[in-house]
């Protein structure tokens, strides 16, 4: 395990306990201020550590690699150097921001530049995304959906515990968390309806999701197996994969999610390294019947990763409508990235795979409002006495995940997102 993962690290910069953002996390993001042109940094508490000044500061000349990686708008170029740089630059920062170093904190005029204030920056979008697939990983998320809209004692289609099963998405319309969405406009047909229409998506819905970021690509042709699936993982981000309910109930015969889906998802903006969720890694839950021998896979896979959902109206208290838990799904992402490649299909630097709807056992942990309210039958109360069965204009919805063990949290910080009304 890196070194920058000892529980026992400190940092000089002060990091409360509730924070996400602890020495032994360190995650990767991008940011720009009023004077600071879009750049990579680090989330140290409450602070962003700037990478250009730490860079042009000559604090990274031992370890070889183009340090203008960092004045870039994404992560791509810097993700692209590859995990002996990337974790080296981590290694590096991690032993810059400990207490014991005085190699920054006793220089008081780099320190002020160096380090900037959370709240005095906006997060952008981490990467460019070249390509973007969503999974279907849950055993509880789809037995749910399965109930519903098909059969209750066959709620999983027969291919499910074979393989992972998932769709290719729409990258250009994913979003960094704060970014406003409009409820989407579609066709929709009610069922004793004689003819569709369109208007309005009246059954907007969140998935709650997590999704992996690839830091190194593959041959067109070429296989990626689980045993080195996490050579190809560059880190990890929230993931609300925004659905209207009631266009894809029209549309998604036969080929499956379209424009119920492609009108937007949103990213939580600090990309958690998979190194920095190593302490964190757990078994992954039995699979039976046997998989194929490219599915099987040695050691821990699933990772233990707190969620929650909030939803929060305009000028009102917000609720935790879900609490769920990213260890629960049945195919790990060693699992979703051999599958994936299994055909030959190949790998880019900054596609996101999306892991489906997160769902645990309970009513309480269920990913969507589809599930929590099961189609609209159990509305959830509000605290200002209103009701949701799914979201309306102007809730923002707040998605929230950490990590927990021997005293270090890890957490992933907010991935938020609020829907205005159609245009
Ligand atoms: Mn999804």
Same mark, same amino acid.
């Given at each position: 395990?890196?070194?920058?993962?000892?529980?026992?690290?400190?940092?000089?910069?002060?990091?409360?306990?509730?924070?996400?953002?602890?020495?032994?996390?360190?995650?990767?993001?991008?940011?720009?201020?009023?004077?600071?042109?879009?750049?990579?940094?680090?989330?140290?508490?409450?602070?962003?550590?700037?990478?250009?000044?730490?860079?042009?500061?000559?604090?990274?000349?031992?370890?070889?690699?183009?340090?203008?990686?960092?004045?870039?708008?994404?992560?791509?170029?810097?993700?692209?150097?590859?995990?002996?740089?990337?974790?080296?630059?981590?290694?590096?920062?991690?032993?810059?921001?400990?207490?014991? /170093?005085?190699?920054?904190?006793?220089?008081?005029?780099?320190?002020?530049?160096?380090?900037?204030?959370?709240?005095?920056?906006?997060?952008?979008?981490?990467?460019?995304?070249?390509?973007?697939?969503?999974?279907?990983?849950?055993?509880?998320?789809?037995?749910?959906?399965?109930?519903?809209?098909?059969?209750?004692?066959?709620?999983?289609?027969? /291919?499910?515990?074979?393989?992972?099963?998932?769709?290719?998405?729409?990258?250009?319309?994913?979003?960094?968390?704060?970014?406003?969405?409009?409820? &989407?406009?579609?066709?929709?047909?009610?069922?004793?309806?004689?003819?569709?229409?369109?208007?309005?998506?009246?059954?907007?819905?969140?998935?709650?999701?997590?999704?992996?970021?690839?830091?190194?690509?593959?041959?067109?042709?070429?296989?990626?197996?689980?045993?080195?699936?996490?050579?190809?993982?560059?880190?990890?981000?929230?993931?609300?994969?925004?659905?209207?309910?009631?266009?894809?109930?029209?549309?998604?015969?036969?080929?499956?999610?379209?424009?119920?889906?492609?009108?937007?998802?949103?990213?939580? &903006?600090?990309?958690?390294?998979?190194?920095?969720?190593?302490?964190?890694?757990?078994?992954?839950?039995? +699979?039976?019947?046997?998989?194929?021998?490219?599915?099987?896979?040695?050691?821990?896979?699933?990772?233990?990763?707190?969620?929650?959902?909030?939803?929060?109206?305009?000028?009102?208290?917000?609720?935790?409508?879900? +609490?769920?838990?990213?260890?629960?799904?049945?195919?790990?992402?060693?699992? +979703?990235?051999?599958?994936?490649?299994?055909?030959?299909?190949?790998?880019?630097?900054?596609?996101?795979?999306?892991?489906?709807?997160?769902?645990?056992?309970?009513?309480?942990?269920?990913?969507?409002?589809?599930?929590?309210?099961?189609?609209?039958?159990?509305?959830?109360?509000?605290?200002?006495?209103?009701?949701?069965?799914?979201?309306?204009? /102007?809730?923002?919805?707040?998605?929230?995940?950490?990590?927990?063990?021997?005293?270090?949290?890890?957490?992933?910080?907010?991935?938020?997102?609020?829907?205005?009304?159609?245009?």
């Amino acid at each position: 395990m890196s070194r920058a993962n000892n529980p026992q690290l400190k940092s000089w910069v002060d990091v409360n306990s509730s924070c996400d953002f602890p020495i032994q996390n360190l995650p990767f993001g991008v940011f720009k201020t009023t004077n600071r042109t879009p750049r990579a940094g680090v989330a140290i508490g409450e602070y962003i550590l700037d990478l250009s000044v730490i860079a042009d500061a000559g604090l990274f000349n031992a370890i070889p690699f183009e340090k203008n990686v960092f004045a870039k708008d994404v992560l791509n170029w810097f993700i692209a150097l590859g995990k002996p740089v990337t974790n080296a630059v981590r290694e590096r920062i991690s032993d810059l921001l400990n207490v014991e /170093n005085a190699e920054l904190s006793a220089n008081a005029d780099l320190k002020l530049k160096a380090l900037v204030k959370q709240n005095d920056a906006q997060m952008l979008m981490p990467v460019f995304i070249p390509n973007y697939t969503d999974f279907y990983s849950s055993k509880e998320h789809a037995t749910n959906v399965g109930i519903m809209f098909r059969d209750p004692a066959n709620a999983l289609l027969p /291919n499910w515990k074979h393989l992972p099963v998932g769709y290719h998405g729409r990258a250009s319309s994913i979003v960094v968390s704060g970014t406003p969405i409009h409820r &989407p406009k579609g066709q929709t047909k009610v069922d004793d309806a004689p003819a569709p229409s369109f208007g309005p998506c009246k059954l907007l819905d969140f998935e709650l999701e997590m999704a992996f970021i690839t830091g190194k690509s593959t041959e067109l042709g070429t296989s990626v197996s689980t045993a080195k699936a996490d050579d190809y993982i560059f880190g990890l981000v929230l993931f609300n994969d925004w659905s209207a309910r009631d266009i894809q109930k029209w549309e998604y015969v036969p080929l499956g999610p379209f424009l119920a889906k492609n009108f937007g998802s949103t990213v939580s &903006p600090w990309i958690v390294t998979l190194e920095a969720l190593e302490p964190f890694k757990v078994e992954s839950p039995k +699979q039976e019947p046997e998989v194929l021998p490219y599915l099987k896979f040695d050691g821990k896979k699933n990772l233990d990763i707190n969620l929650e959902v909030e939803i929060v109206p305009e000028n009102g208290k917000g609720k935790i409508v879900s +609490q769920s838990n990213f260890k629960y799904m049945y195919w790990n992402m060693a699992q +979703q990235l051999a599958h994936h490649t299994s055909n030959g299909c190949n790998i880019q630097i900054g596609d996101l795979y999306a892991s489906g709807t997160i769902s645990g056992p309970t009513p309480d942990s269920y990913g969507s409002m589809l599930e929590i309210s099961w189609q609209g039958k159990n509305p959830i109360q509000m605290p200002d006495g209103t009701e949701r069965k799914f979201i309306l204009d /102007n809730d923002t919805v707040v998605i929230r995940g950490f990590c927990e063990k021997d005293g270090v949290r890890i957490g992933f910080g907010e991935c938020s997102g609020k829907i205005l009304p159609a245009l």
